[in-house]
């Protein structure tokens, strides 16, 4: 019996065997067919291509040292075999291929389909995972945002009162005891961006217990393995590996976000019914990002679903939290590792402002305080590589064959440590070179803020919080390092996080007076500020 349903069975065995191997062949043919041309190949397994490596790359935080080393080893366009169910991938740090394709022929490299369905679960239709002209709709509206009586009415206040209360927790900190500098500037960025861009004070400075922070950092991870595993899906479904995370990630950010979503609806209902005084949050509400949005789609007689609205919050959080939050986590790093440079910044905040405090006028003042904050994220860029898809054939300026369906990737990371775009000593932290050079880099070799149409709009906003918070910490705070600095790692994110955080020990007292010394009497300085707070 057993035998004769085997000789059953073995004519379906057979049919899938072939259909599974045609499929296969099929593949194999479309690959071809698709390969990059006249650019240097990673060796790679014909069948899983690149993916396990990059897998085990994510998992132990060493993608982006890995991505240094492939470029010196590869040259500078490097076209990767991911699986041979992924499409191909090519990587470059050249910057003519970068203006190629933010600028020149940037309507042929959109996000792609297959990036945004990726994302999709956490940043939906938002303005960094859309294109055409939803982007264009979304990246209008949102300028309005950035307009100079906002920034000096509004966006300062809010900067400068975060400043101080991250300062103050600071002086409070538990003398020997180290503090994540990293939380806190996330906590920090993130009551800003709360403040500026909703019209809401989320108060993390105040409650630092807050699950939010930790379900945004995982989603994320999350989302960047997908784009090297590509039957995600799968994993997914049956709730394995750091998938099974995945529902409970999303329902921490769905309620959080929708909750400030709603908050905003409810006042600017207010504010459309009163007829005599507004209050301040109705007025707080008509200034945020998700107002600007509303008001807009009530000109034009639209309604707005909870969801996009949804979608707009967590990528302005992204921007607004992430990307700044990271970049000064990382200048601190490098400042406390360079006393020398953290001693000339904090003669350039006394001279410029003096006993008072900062400005708002004072920023544009601090020039080599901008040179320290550029120095830092042309080596740790707060968005380290971006993608997109080719939507047809191209041909880039140093010669690679591009097929429709390539994702490109640009390794901004990788871009800050080139030889060829910043000398000999492109691995090392030197603000000066800033100062020094006659002409500054161009957006296409410096791309910390992306370049061409898509340049990042909250730039200005980015700087002047970074310059406020460093202006207003580093005259009475110090750091040391609570662990050897090479155990400092950039996280595998969407952005450019730290793995395990940035653990300092804090002193605190005037640090004035160590500003008029000199690298060879850092280690003396630091004995100064610590009796003087004594």
């Not at 105040?206 to 989603?219: I, N, R, T, V, W």
């Not at 969801?307 to 990528?315: G, Q």
């Not at 061409?452 to 040391?480: H, Q, W, Y």
């Not at 500003?515 to 003087?532: L, V």
Request: charged share 25%.
């Amino acid at each position: 019996m057993a035998l004769s349903m085997s000789k059953a069975n073995a004519p379906k065995a057979l049919a899938v065997t072939a259909a599974a191997v045609a499929v296969l062949l099929w593949r194999m043919m479309q690959r071809l067919r698709s390969k990059p041309q006249n650019v240097q190949m990673v060796p790679s397994h014909w069948l899983f291509g690149s993916v396990l490596e990059f897998l085990r790359l994510a998992k132990s935080k060493t993608m982006m040292e890995a991505s240094v080393k492939k470029h010196s080893l590869y040259g500078r366009t490097f076209a990767v075999n991911m699986s041979i169910f992924a499409p191909w991938q090519i990587s470059t740090t050249c910057p003519r291929n970068v203006e190629h394709i933010l600028k020149t022929n940037f309507d042929n490299y959109p996000k792609g389909a297959a990036f945004r369905s990726n994302l999709a679960e956490l940043l939906g239709r938002g303005i960094f995972n859309s294109d055409g002209q939803e982007w264009q709709h979304q990246r209008k509206v949102s300028s309005h945002m950035f307009t100079a009586k906002l920034f000096k009415e509004h966006i300062w206040t809010v900067v400068n009162r975060n400043a101080k209360k991250t300062r103050s927790i600071l002086e409070c900190a538990e003398p020997g005891k180290p503090l994540d500098i990293f939380n806190l500037m996330n906590r920090f960025t993130l009551d800003t961006i709360g403040e500026i861009g909703f019209g809401k004070s989320i108060d993390s400075l105040g409650d630092p217990s807050s699950p939010f922070l930790k379900s945004f950092d995982g989603a994320q991870q999350i989302m960047v393995e997908r784009f090297f595993f590509p039957f995600w899906r799968v994993l997914r479904f049956f709730g394995i590996g750091s998938e099974r995370d995945t529902c409970t990630h999303m329902n921490q950010l769905n309620t959080f976000t929708l909750k400030i979503v709603r908050e905003l609806c409810a006042s600017m209902a207010r504010d459309s019914k009163k007829t005599t005084g507004v209050a301040w949050e109705d007025r707080e509400a008509r200034k945020s990002f998700v107002g600007l949005f509303l008001q807009d789609a009530k000109k034009k007689g639209e309604e707005l679903s909870e969801t996009f609205l949804r979608d707009l919050v967590l990528n302005f959080l992204i921007a607004g939290r992430d990307t700044t939050a990271q970049a000064l986590s990382w200048t601190i790093f490098c400042l406390v590792q360079h006393p020398e440079v953290m001693n000339k910044v904090r003669q350039e905040i006394s001279d410029v402002c003096g006993v008072r405090g900062p400005a708002y006028e004072d920023m544009k003042e601090l020039k080599y305080l901008e040179a320290v904050l550029n120095e830092a994220l042309r080596l740790y860029p707060s968005v380290p590589v971006d993608a997109k898809c080719a939507a047809n054939d191209d041909i880039w300026p140093d010669g690679t064959v591009v097929r429709r369906g390539t994702m490109v990737v640009y390794n901004i990371y990788a871009m800050g440590r080139d030889t060829q775009i910043w000398g000999d000593d492109a691995a090392i932290f030197r603000p000066d070179r800033w100062l020094e050079r006659k002409e500054l880099p161009t957006s296409y070799e410096y791309a910390a803020f992306n370049a061409g149409p898509r340049e990042c709009l909250g730039k200005r906003l980015a700087v002047i919080e970074m310059k406020a918070c460093l202006a207003t910490l580093l005259p009475n705070i110090s750091f040391d390092l609570a662990i050897p600095a090479d155990q400092i790692i950039p996280d595998s994110q969407l952005t450019l996080g730290m793995g395990r955080g940035l653990p300092c020990f804090v002193v605190c007292g005037d640090h004035s007076k160590c500003s008029q010394s000199n690298a060879s009497t850092a280690a003396d300085d630091k004995s100064t500020c610590t009796e003087h707070e004594d």
